[in-house]
């Protein structure tokens, strides 16, 4: 059974920050939120494994929210799969692989093997800085492909089948 909504104080002083990330099970797919913890409360983390072999996959894991889920992921005990552009210098299974190639995906997929994943963290996204006259529609598609089609294939590809 996937873990209900969890704590992370993998954002530091973040501690209204939110991120979405989709947990799988079986045939579910739950979705949960994870909020930012305050360090009076990281304490009693450090001693739990939730993720004690789980598998986990986090896009956008070579910096910012990313490479902070992955380390605390790799504390809580999971094994991780990150997936960026960028390589990562954290102890865990890189893939290089840009987030809206869906053939890469696929090879993904295949390569986490038939046990599946558990965990999926989608934190890969850019931002565009303009308004509608200085921005492209080539501009929209490129921010729309990696935030909305990359979670998107993200899913599509690491959920098991959820019909016959």
Do not use: Y
Not at 127 to 149: P, Y
């Amino acid at each position: 059974m996937a873990p209900g909504p969890i704590p992370c104080d993998c954002l530091g002083d973040r501690r209204d920050t939110w991120m979405g990330t989709i947990s799988f099970n079986e045939l579910s797919l739950h979705a949960f939120a994870v909020h930012a913890m305050t360090a009076g409360h990281q304490s009693s983390l450090d001693s739990r494994r939730r993720f004690e072999g789980s598998t986990v996959v986090v896009t956008g894991a070579a910096s910012g929210l990313g490479a902070a889920c992955v380390e605390r992921f790799i504390d809580e005990g999971a094994v991780v799969h990150s997936v960026d552009l960028a390589p990562s210098d954290a102890a865990h299974q890189t893939h290089l692989m840009d987030v809206t190639d869906e053939a890469a995906w696929g090879e993904l997929a295949s390569r986490v093997g038939p046990q599946g994943v558990d965990v999926v963290v989608t934190a890969a996204g850019i931002i565009h800085i303009g308004n509608v006259s200085n921005t492209s529609a080539d501009d929209l598609r490129r921010v729309l492909n990696v935030n909305l089609v990359g979670t998107f294939l993200a899913l599509k590809h690491l959920a098991p089948a959820t019909s016959a």
